[in-house]
Protein backbone atom coordinates (compact mmCIF):
# COMPACT_ATOMS: atom_id res chain seq x y z
CA UNK A 1 0.00 0.00 0.00
CA UNK A 2 1.18 3.57 -0.69
CA UNK A 3 0.86 6.57 1.09
CA UNK A 4 -1.40 9.78 -1.48
CA UNK A 5 2.31 11.40 -2.21
CA UNK A 6 3.97 8.37 -3.17
CA UNK A 7 0.91 7.47 -6.05
CA UNK A 8 1.59 10.89 -7.28
CA UNK A 9 -1.63 13.22 -5.76
CA UNK A 10 -1.08 16.71 -5.69
CA UNK A 11 -2.81 16.71 -2.01
CA UNK A 12 -2.11 15.46 1.29
CA UNK A 13 -4.46 13.15 3.47
CA UNK A 14 -3.52 13.72 7.40
CA UNK A 15 -5.88 10.97 9.29
CA UNK A 16 -6.12 11.03 13.17
CA UNK A 17 -6.62 7.43 14.72
CA UNK A 18 -7.40 6.56 18.58
CA UNK A 19 -10.35 5.26 20.92
CA UNK A 20 -13.41 7.19 21.79
CA UNK A 21 -12.95 10.15 24.25
CA UNK A 22 -8.86 10.17 23.05
CA UNK A 23 -9.61 13.47 22.33
CA UNK A 24 -8.96 13.44 18.53
CA UNK A 25 -11.34 14.67 17.21
CA UNK A 26 -11.02 17.89 19.16
CA UNK A 27 -7.44 18.01 18.27
CA UNK A 28 -8.34 17.94 14.54
CA UNK A 29 -10.34 19.92 14.18
CA UNK A 30 -8.22 22.57 15.91
CA UNK A 31 -5.52 21.87 13.60
CA UNK A 32 -8.30 22.29 10.88
CA UNK A 33 -8.95 25.93 11.93
CA UNK A 34 -5.31 26.92 12.36
CA UNK A 35 -5.12 25.50 8.31
CA UNK A 36 -7.88 27.58 7.49
CA UNK A 37 -6.74 30.73 9.13
CA UNK A 38 -3.40 30.49 7.08
CA UNK A 39 -5.79 30.55 4.02
CA UNK A 40 -5.19 26.51 3.24
CA UNK A 41 -7.25 24.58 0.77
CA UNK A 42 -8.60 21.98 3.53
CA UNK A 43 -11.54 19.64 3.27
CA UNK A 44 -12.42 17.89 7.04
CA UNK A 45 -14.06 14.32 6.78
CA UNK A 46 -15.73 12.20 9.31
CA UNK A 47 -15.85 8.11 9.91
CA UNK A 48 -19.47 6.83 9.08
CA UNK A 49 -20.36 10.70 7.36
CA UNK A 50 -21.73 9.51 3.81
CA UNK A 51 -25.37 11.12 3.03
CA UNK A 52 -26.27 8.14 1.28
CA UNK A 53 -25.30 5.46 3.49
CA UNK A 54 -25.79 7.17 6.95
CA UNK A 55 -29.15 6.54 7.17
CA UNK A 56 -28.95 2.89 6.93
CA UNK A 57 -26.09 2.33 9.12
CA UNK A 58 -28.54 4.37 11.78
CA UNK A 59 -31.29 2.40 11.43
CA UNK A 60 -28.95 -1.10 11.42
CA UNK A 61 -27.74 0.51 15.18
CA UNK A 62 -30.74 1.72 16.25
CA UNK A 63 -32.83 -1.93 15.39
CA UNK A 64 -29.40 -3.84 16.16
CA UNK A 65 -29.70 -5.52 12.67
CA UNK A 66 -26.16 -4.97 12.28
CA UNK A 67 -24.11 -8.61 12.09
CA UNK A 68 -20.06 -8.24 12.38
CA UNK A 69 -20.25 -9.10 8.34
CA UNK A 70 -22.98 -6.29 8.24
CA UNK A 71 -21.12 -3.51 10.41
CA UNK A 72 -17.78 -3.86 8.53
CA UNK A 73 -19.85 -3.81 4.88
CA UNK A 74 -21.81 -1.09 5.68
CA UNK A 75 -18.77 0.92 7.05
CA UNK A 76 -16.99 0.36 3.87
CA UNK A 77 -19.66 1.71 1.61
CA UNK A 78 -19.74 4.96 3.86
CA UNK A 79 -15.70 5.25 3.52
CA UNK A 80 -16.19 3.97 0.25
CA UNK A 81 -18.52 7.00 -1.18
CA UNK A 82 -16.79 9.75 0.45
CA UNK A 83 -13.26 8.00 -0.77
CA UNK A 84 -14.66 8.33 -4.83
CA UNK A 85 -16.57 11.08 -4.59
CA UNK A 86 -14.93 13.62 -2.09
CA UNK A 87 -11.34 12.62 -0.99
CA UNK A 88 -9.98 11.41 -4.31
CA UNK A 89 -11.34 14.67 -6.25
CA UNK A 90 -9.95 16.98 -3.42
CA UNK A 91 -6.60 15.10 -3.08
CA UNK A 92 -6.45 15.56 -7.03
CA UNK A 93 -7.05 19.07 -6.64
CA UNK A 94 -4.61 19.65 -4.47
CA UNK A 95 -6.32 20.09 -1.23
CA UNK A 96 -5.05 18.98 2.16
CA UNK A 97 -7.74 16.30 3.40
CA UNK A 98 -8.14 16.18 7.01
CA UNK A 99 -9.81 12.32 7.93
CA UNK A 100 -11.19 11.85 11.78
CA UNK A 101 -10.66 8.07 11.38
CA UNK A 102 -9.24 6.36 8.62
CA UNK A 103 -9.26 2.76 7.29
CA UNK A 104 -7.40 1.72 10.75
CA UNK A 105 -10.72 1.78 12.72
CA UNK A 106 -12.27 -0.60 10.38
CA UNK A 107 -9.25 -3.17 10.64
CA UNK A 108 -9.31 -2.40 14.80
CA UNK A 109 -13.02 -2.55 15.02
CA UNK A 110 -13.79 -5.04 12.68
CA UNK A 111 -11.01 -7.56 13.62
CA UNK A 112 -12.46 -7.61 17.41
CA UNK A 113 -15.61 -8.29 16.11
CA UNK A 114 -14.41 -11.30 14.10
CA UNK A 115 -14.31 -10.60 10.97
CA UNK A 116 -11.19 -12.14 9.44
CA UNK A 117 -8.46 -9.75 9.28
CA UNK A 118 -7.26 -10.27 5.98
CA UNK A 119 -10.85 -9.83 4.78
CA UNK A 120 -11.38 -6.47 6.14
CA UNK A 121 -7.99 -5.26 5.41
CA UNK A 122 -9.00 -6.60 1.21
CA UNK A 123 -12.14 -4.43 1.15
CA UNK A 124 -9.99 -1.30 1.84
CA UNK A 125 -7.05 -2.05 -0.37
CA UNK A 126 -8.38 0.58 -2.80
CA UNK A 127 -7.94 3.31 -0.35
CA UNK A 128 -4.41 4.72 -0.26
CA UNK A 129 -2.29 5.31 2.93
CA UNK A 130 -2.31 8.71 4.82
CA UNK A 131 0.56 10.66 3.92
CA UNK A 132 0.40 11.17 8.04
CA UNK A 133 -1.74 9.51 10.53
CA UNK A 134 -1.47 10.48 13.91
CA UNK A 135 -2.81 7.90 16.79
CA UNK A 136 -3.70 9.83 20.49
CA UNK A 137 -2.85 7.52 23.10
CA UNK A 138 -4.72 7.98 26.72
CA UNK A 139 -4.41 5.71 29.46
CA UNK A 140 -7.78 3.58 28.71
CA UNK A 141 -8.95 4.35 31.81
CA UNK A 142 -8.57 8.32 30.79
CA UNK A 143 -10.55 7.45 27.70
CA UNK A 144 -13.41 5.29 29.83
CA UNK A 145 -13.73 8.39 32.02
CA UNK A 146 -13.97 10.75 29.53
CA UNK A 147 -16.86 9.18 27.65
CA UNK A 148 -18.44 7.68 30.96
CA UNK A 149 -18.67 10.88 32.68
CA UNK A 150 -20.14 12.85 29.85
CA UNK A 151 -22.23 10.22 27.90
CA UNK A 152 -23.64 7.93 30.80
CA UNK A 153 -25.95 6.42 27.97
CA UNK A 154 -23.98 3.70 26.04
CA UNK A 155 -25.10 2.56 22.68
CA UNK A 156 -25.51 -0.32 21.97
CA UNK A 157 -23.11 -0.98 19.09
CA UNK A 158 -20.54 1.88 20.55
CA UNK A 159 -20.29 -0.52 23.58
CA UNK A 160 -19.50 -3.42 22.20
CA UNK A 161 -22.39 -4.77 23.43
CA UNK A 162 -23.44 -7.00 19.91
CA UNK A 163 -19.97 -9.16 21.03
CA UNK A 164 -21.52 -10.46 24.55
CA UNK A 165 -18.59 -9.67 26.84
CA UNK A 166 -20.82 -8.37 29.26
CA UNK A 167 -24.22 -8.07 30.19
CA UNK A 168 -23.42 -4.41 31.66
CA UNK A 169 -23.06 -1.91 29.16
CA UNK A 170 -20.02 -0.23 30.97
CA UNK A 171 -18.30 -3.36 31.89
CA UNK A 172 -18.68 -4.09 27.88
CA UNK A 173 -17.55 -1.05 26.77
CA UNK A 174 -14.48 -1.32 29.23
CA UNK A 175 -13.36 -4.75 27.43
CA UNK A 176 -14.09 -3.53 23.93
CA UNK A 177 -12.41 -0.29 24.31
CA UNK A 178 -9.23 -2.11 25.61
CA UNK A 179 -9.42 -4.75 22.81
CA UNK A 180 -9.49 -2.11 20.05
CA UNK A 181 -6.63 -0.60 21.98
CA UNK A 182 -4.53 -3.76 21.53
CA UNK A 183 -5.57 -3.97 17.94
CA UNK A 184 -4.54 -0.19 17.19
CA UNK A 185 -0.96 -0.95 18.73
CA UNK A 186 -0.42 -3.91 17.22
CA UNK A 187 -0.49 -2.41 13.96
CA UNK A 188 0.99 1.11 14.60
CA UNK A 189 4.25 0.13 13.51
CA UNK A 190 3.43 -1.33 10.10
CA UNK A 191 1.32 2.25 9.23
CA UNK A 192 3.68 4.04 10.89
CA UNK A 193 1.28 5.63 13.61
CA UNK A 194 2.62 9.01 15.18
CA UNK A 195 2.10 8.35 18.69
CA UNK A 196 0.83 11.42 20.50
CA UNK A 197 0.14 11.48 24.46
CA UNK A 198 -3.42 12.03 24.94
CA UNK A 199 -2.82 12.77 28.63
CA UNK A 200 -1.20 15.83 28.40
CA UNK A 201 -3.42 19.22 27.98
CA UNK A 202 -5.27 20.47 24.73
CA UNK A 203 -2.76 23.03 23.61
CA UNK A 204 0.37 20.96 23.88
CA UNK A 205 -1.01 18.38 22.44
CA UNK A 206 -2.19 20.73 19.53
CA UNK A 207 1.55 22.22 19.58
CA UNK A 208 2.77 18.58 18.78
CA UNK A 209 0.01 18.23 16.06
CA UNK A 210 0.95 21.51 14.59
CA UNK A 211 4.57 20.84 14.13
CA UNK A 212 4.04 17.37 13.20
CA UNK A 213 1.70 18.98 10.06
CA UNK A 214 4.47 21.75 9.14
CA UNK A 215 7.41 19.28 9.01
CA UNK A 216 5.67 16.43 6.89
CA UNK A 217 4.09 18.05 4.67
CA UNK A 218 4.99 21.65 2.98
CA UNK A 219 2.04 23.70 3.88
CA UNK A 220 2.78 26.80 1.96
CA UNK A 221 2.19 24.90 -1.23
CA UNK A 222 -1.64 24.04 -0.57
CA UNK A 223 -2.35 28.23 -0.49
CA UNK A 224 -5.73 28.69 -2.08
CA UNK A 225 -6.03 31.31 -4.84
CA UNK A 226 -7.88 34.13 -4.67
CA UNK B 1 -27.35 -40.64 11.71
CA UNK B 2 -30.22 -40.48 9.88
CA UNK B 3 -32.86 -42.98 10.30
CA UNK B 4 -34.12 -45.31 7.39
CA UNK B 5 -37.32 -44.74 6.01
CA UNK B 6 -39.59 -46.75 6.88
CA UNK B 7 -42.66 -48.10 4.46
CA UNK B 8 -45.68 -46.17 5.90
CA UNK B 9 -49.27 -47.05 5.21
CA UNK B 10 -50.46 -43.73 3.14
CA UNK B 11 -54.22 -42.83 2.36
CA UNK B 12 -54.68 -42.95 -1.80
CA UNK B 13 -53.62 -39.26 -2.42
CA UNK B 14 -51.40 -38.60 -0.23
CA UNK B 15 -47.51 -39.15 -1.67
CA UNK B 16 -44.31 -39.61 0.08
CA UNK B 17 -42.15 -36.23 0.69
CA UNK B 18 -38.81 -36.82 -0.11
CA UNK B 19 -36.19 -36.19 2.56
CA UNK B 20 -33.05 -34.14 0.91
CA UNK B 21 -29.94 -35.85 0.82
CA UNK B 22 -27.38 -33.63 3.14
CA UNK B 23 -24.90 -31.88 1.25
CA UNK B 24 -21.36 -30.94 1.77
CA UNK B 25 -21.31 -27.46 2.31
CA UNK B 26 -18.60 -24.61 2.16
CA UNK B 27 -18.40 -20.95 1.68
CA UNK B 28 -16.44 -19.60 -0.90
CA UNK B 29 -13.95 -17.92 1.42
CA UNK B 30 -14.10 -17.00 4.77
CA UNK B 31 -17.39 -17.08 4.78
CA UNK B 32 -19.29 -15.82 8.05
CA UNK B 33 -17.78 -15.77 11.56
CA UNK B 34 -19.26 -18.47 13.58
CA UNK B 35 -21.36 -20.12 11.20
CA UNK B 36 -21.35 -24.43 11.80
CA UNK B 37 -21.75 -25.40 7.79
CA UNK B 38 -22.35 -28.82 9.04
CA UNK B 39 -26.02 -27.54 10.28
CA UNK B 40 -27.30 -26.13 7.22
CA UNK B 41 -29.75 -28.44 6.02
CA UNK B 42 -31.47 -26.71 3.56
CA UNK B 43 -30.94 -26.20 -0.37
CA UNK B 44 -29.45 -23.61 -1.78
CA UNK B 45 -30.84 -23.11 -5.30
CA UNK B 46 -29.92 -19.69 -7.43
CA UNK B 47 -31.60 -18.64 -10.86
CA UNK B 48 -29.30 -16.05 -12.12
CA UNK B 49 -30.20 -14.44 -16.02
CA UNK B 50 -30.78 -11.38 -16.81
CA UNK B 51 -33.64 -8.31 -16.34
CA UNK B 52 -36.22 -10.00 -18.81
CA UNK B 53 -35.23 -13.35 -19.10
CA UNK B 54 -38.00 -14.46 -17.17
CA UNK B 55 -36.53 -15.59 -13.64
CA UNK B 56 -39.48 -14.41 -11.11
CA UNK B 57 -41.68 -16.60 -13.32
CA UNK B 58 -39.37 -19.08 -13.31
CA UNK B 59 -38.90 -19.20 -9.74
CA UNK B 60 -43.15 -18.24 -8.79
CA UNK B 61 -43.21 -21.62 -10.74
CA UNK B 62 -40.53 -23.81 -8.89
CA UNK B 63 -41.78 -22.65 -5.71
CA UNK B 64 -45.06 -23.83 -6.27
CA UNK B 65 -44.01 -26.85 -7.06
CA UNK B 66 -41.42 -27.66 -4.29
CA UNK B 67 -44.14 -26.87 -1.70
CA UNK B 68 -47.01 -28.89 -3.37
CA UNK B 69 -43.99 -31.57 -2.95
CA UNK B 70 -43.90 -30.94 0.88
CA UNK B 71 -40.99 -28.69 0.78
CA UNK B 72 -40.84 -25.51 2.48
CA UNK B 73 -39.74 -22.91 0.41
CA UNK B 74 -37.87 -19.32 0.85
CA UNK B 75 -37.19 -16.89 -1.23
CA UNK B 76 -34.85 -13.80 -1.51
CA UNK B 77 -33.18 -11.83 -4.53
CA UNK B 78 -31.62 -8.60 -4.76
CA UNK B 79 -31.82 -5.41 -2.84
CA UNK B 80 -34.96 -6.57 -0.83
CA UNK B 81 -32.31 -6.29 2.62
CA UNK B 82 -34.16 -4.85 5.76
CA UNK B 83 -30.73 -2.77 5.96
CA UNK B 84 -30.16 -1.18 2.93
CA UNK B 85 -32.86 -1.91 0.13
CA UNK B 86 -34.41 1.95 0.74
CA UNK B 87 -30.93 3.64 1.13
CA UNK B 88 -30.02 1.35 -2.42
CA UNK B 89 -32.82 2.78 -4.25
CA UNK B 90 -32.40 6.06 -3.46
CA UNK B 91 -28.72 6.36 -4.39
CA UNK B 92 -29.37 4.77 -7.60
CA UNK B 93 -32.18 7.43 -8.60
CA UNK B 94 -30.07 9.88 -7.65
CA UNK B 95 -27.25 8.32 -10.49
CA UNK B 96 -24.53 9.34 -7.98
CA UNK B 97 -23.18 5.96 -6.94
CA UNK B 98 -19.58 5.48 -7.84
CA UNK B 99 -17.91 2.21 -8.69
CA UNK B 100 -16.97 1.12 -5.61
CA UNK B 101 -19.90 2.09 -3.65
CA UNK B 102 -22.24 0.49 -5.74
CA UNK B 103 -20.58 -2.66 -4.91
CA UNK B 104 -20.15 -2.42 -1.46
CA UNK B 105 -23.68 -1.48 -1.03
CA UNK B 106 -25.22 -4.42 -3.02
CA UNK B 107 -23.05 -6.37 -0.95
CA UNK B 108 -24.22 -5.15 2.13
CA UNK B 109 -27.49 -5.83 0.39
CA UNK B 110 -26.09 -9.40 0.42
CA UNK B 111 -24.64 -10.20 3.36
CA UNK B 112 -27.65 -9.02 5.11
CA UNK B 113 -30.03 -11.36 3.57
CA UNK B 114 -27.59 -14.27 3.66
CA UNK B 115 -27.21 -14.07 7.49
CA UNK B 116 -30.89 -13.02 8.48
CA UNK B 117 -32.89 -14.79 6.06
CA UNK B 118 -30.81 -17.36 3.82
CA UNK B 119 -28.51 -18.94 6.58
CA UNK B 120 -31.27 -19.43 8.87
CA UNK B 121 -33.67 -20.83 6.35
CA UNK B 122 -31.41 -23.45 5.64
CA UNK B 123 -30.68 -24.35 9.46
CA UNK B 124 -34.56 -25.24 9.48
CA UNK B 125 -34.28 -27.42 6.58
CA UNK B 126 -35.79 -25.04 4.15
CA UNK B 127 -35.59 -24.61 0.17
CA UNK B 128 -34.00 -21.32 -0.48
CA UNK B 129 -34.66 -19.70 -4.12
CA UNK B 130 -32.64 -16.93 -5.00
CA UNK B 131 -33.75 -14.64 -7.40
CA UNK B 132 -29.80 -13.97 -8.81
CA UNK B 133 -26.95 -14.08 -6.13
CA UNK B 134 -23.41 -13.14 -6.40
CA UNK B 135 -22.58 -13.60 -9.67
CA UNK B 136 -24.42 -11.31 -10.99
CA UNK B 137 -23.04 -8.66 -8.60
CA UNK B 138 -19.83 -9.85 -9.14
CA UNK B 139 -20.71 -9.45 -13.23
CA UNK B 140 -21.40 -5.87 -12.86
CA UNK B 141 -18.47 -5.24 -10.77
CA UNK B 142 -16.18 -6.72 -13.54
CA UNK B 143 -17.97 -4.58 -16.16
CA UNK B 144 -17.06 -1.84 -14.20
CA UNK B 145 -13.54 -2.60 -14.27
CA UNK B 146 -13.15 -3.39 -10.74
CA UNK B 147 -9.78 -5.80 -9.39
CA UNK B 148 -10.62 -9.58 -9.61
CA UNK B 149 -8.94 -10.21 -6.59
CA UNK B 150 -11.07 -7.85 -4.66
CA UNK B 151 -14.45 -8.79 -5.81
CA UNK B 152 -13.87 -12.66 -5.46
CA UNK B 153 -12.40 -11.72 -1.66
CA UNK B 154 -15.17 -10.06 -0.90
CA UNK B 155 -17.67 -12.58 -2.22
CA UNK B 156 -16.20 -15.26 -0.13
CA UNK B 157 -17.96 -14.41 2.36
CA UNK B 158 -20.85 -16.23 0.30
CA UNK B 159 -22.12 -20.02 0.72
CA UNK B 160 -21.50 -21.91 -2.06
CA UNK B 161 -25.46 -22.80 -3.58
CA UNK B 162 -26.45 -26.66 -4.26
CA UNK B 163 -27.36 -25.44 -7.92
CA UNK B 164 -27.09 -22.33 -10.38
CA UNK B 165 -29.26 -21.99 -13.31
CA UNK B 166 -28.58 -19.27 -16.02
CA UNK B 167 -31.28 -17.84 -17.77
CA UNK B 168 -29.72 -17.04 -21.48
CA UNK B 169 -31.03 -14.94 -23.37
CA UNK B 170 -29.72 -12.92 -26.49
CA UNK B 171 -29.28 -9.20 -25.75
CA UNK B 172 -32.09 -8.45 -28.35
CA UNK B 173 -34.54 -10.59 -26.97
CA UNK B 174 -34.04 -8.98 -23.51
CA UNK B 175 -34.35 -5.39 -25.19
CA UNK B 176 -38.11 -6.45 -27.21
CA UNK B 177 -39.04 -8.46 -23.62
CA UNK B 178 -37.88 -5.17 -21.31
CA UNK B 179 -39.81 -2.93 -24.18
CA UNK B 180 -43.27 -5.03 -23.73
CA UNK B 181 -42.81 -5.49 -20.08
CA UNK B 182 -41.82 -2.09 -18.74
CA UNK B 183 -41.91 0.03 -21.89
CA UNK B 184 -38.72 1.92 -20.99
CA UNK B 185 -35.42 0.85 -20.56
CA UNK B 186 -33.57 0.89 -16.89
CA UNK B 187 -30.37 3.26 -15.96
CA UNK B 188 -28.50 0.60 -14.73
CA UNK B 189 -29.53 -2.45 -16.88
CA UNK B 190 -28.40 -0.24 -19.51
CA UNK B 191 -25.45 0.34 -18.08
CA UNK B 192 -25.61 4.34 -18.30
CA UNK B 193 -23.15 5.04 -15.88
CA UNK B 194 -20.58 3.59 -17.93
CA UNK B 195 -20.49 6.04 -20.38
CA UNK B 196 -20.59 3.28 -23.18
CA UNK B 197 -22.84 4.97 -25.28
CA UNK B 198 -24.73 8.45 -25.13
CA UNK B 199 -28.35 6.38 -26.58
CA UNK B 200 -29.60 4.51 -23.95
CA UNK B 201 -30.88 1.86 -26.34
CA UNK B 202 -27.46 0.99 -28.10
CA UNK B 203 -25.68 1.45 -24.58
CA UNK B 204 -28.63 -1.21 -23.49
CA UNK B 205 -27.19 -3.73 -26.24
CA UNK B 206 -23.34 -2.89 -25.14
CA UNK B 207 -23.91 -3.51 -21.47
CA UNK B 208 -26.02 -6.82 -21.73
CA UNK B 209 -23.55 -8.12 -24.26
CA UNK B 210 -20.67 -7.18 -22.29
CA UNK B 211 -22.77 -8.96 -19.23
CA UNK B 212 -23.39 -11.77 -21.13
CA UNK B 213 -19.76 -12.24 -21.57
CA UNK B 214 -19.09 -11.96 -17.68
CA UNK B 215 -21.56 -14.50 -16.78
CA UNK B 216 -19.42 -17.16 -19.68
CA UNK B 217 -16.16 -16.25 -18.20
CA UNK B 218 -18.01 -17.02 -14.34
CA UNK B 219 -19.64 -20.73 -15.34
CA UNK B 220 -16.17 -21.47 -16.09
CA UNK B 221 -15.37 -20.98 -12.45
CA UNK B 222 -18.39 -21.39 -10.93
CA UNK B 223 -19.72 -23.98 -12.72
CA UNK B 224 -23.75 -23.08 -13.16
CA UNK B 225 -26.11 -24.51 -15.33
CA UNK B 226 -26.78 -22.58 -18.66
CA UNK B 227 -30.39 -22.79 -19.63
CA UNK B 228 -31.70 -21.94 -22.94
CA UNK B 229 -34.15 -19.46 -21.81
CA UNK B 230 -35.18 -18.50 -25.27
CA UNK B 231 -37.98 -22.14 -25.31
CA UNK B 232 -41.41 -21.53 -23.82
CA UNK B 233 -41.81 -21.25 -20.09
CA UNK B 234 -42.84 -24.62 -19.33
CA UNK B 235 -39.69 -26.10 -21.10
CA UNK B 236 -37.81 -24.40 -19.30
CA UNK B 237 -39.12 -24.78 -16.19
CA UNK B 238 -39.50 -28.79 -16.68
CA UNK B 239 -35.53 -28.78 -17.30
CA UNK B 240 -35.01 -26.56 -13.97
CA UNK B 241 -37.52 -29.23 -11.81
CA UNK B 242 -35.58 -32.35 -13.58
CA UNK B 243 -32.15 -30.63 -12.56
CA UNK B 244 -33.60 -29.96 -8.91
CA UNK B 245 -35.09 -33.36 -8.28
CA UNK B 246 -31.51 -34.57 -9.12
CA UNK B 247 -30.26 -32.30 -6.55
CA UNK B 248 -32.89 -32.83 -3.69
CA UNK B 249 -31.79 -36.86 -3.46
CA UNK B 250 -27.87 -35.90 -3.71
CA UNK B 251 -26.77 -36.23 -7.19
CA UNK B 252 -23.88 -34.21 -8.98
CA UNK B 253 -25.43 -32.00 -11.61
CA UNK B 254 -23.61 -32.39 -14.76
Redesign the interface.
Known amino acids: MKTFAQQGFPGRLIAVEGLDGSGKSTQIYLLKRWLEAQKLKVFFSEWNSSE ?2 K ?2 TS ?2 KK ?1 E ?6 FC ?2 H ?2 DF ?2 R ?3 QLVPLLRAGYLVLCDRYVFTAYARDIV ?4 P ?2 VR ?2 Y ?2 AALPDLTLFFKADLEVSLNRILDGRPELKYFEAGMDLRLSPDPYESFKIFQGRILEQYLAMSDEFKFIMIDANQPIEEQQNIVRALAAEKIDLATFAAAN | MRMKNRPVKLGARTARVIVPHRSKRRFY ?2 G ?3 VEVAKLAGKLIVVEGADGSGRSTQIQLLVDWLESAGHSTVQVGLKRS ?3 S ?2 LD ?2 QEGN ?6 L ?3 Y ?2 DF ?2 QL ?2 IILPALRAGQMVLSDRYIYTLMARDFVRGM ?1 A ?2 VK ?2 Y ?2 ALVPDAVFYLNVRPDDLVQRTFSKYAKLDYWESGMDLGLERDIFASFLKYQALMAEQFRRLQATYGFHIIDAHRPVEVINAELRKKIDAVLIGHKLN
Open positions: LVSAKGQLLTPTTLIATADYERRGCAQWDISF | GQIPGTLVEERAILSRTTSLFATADENDKWNLGL
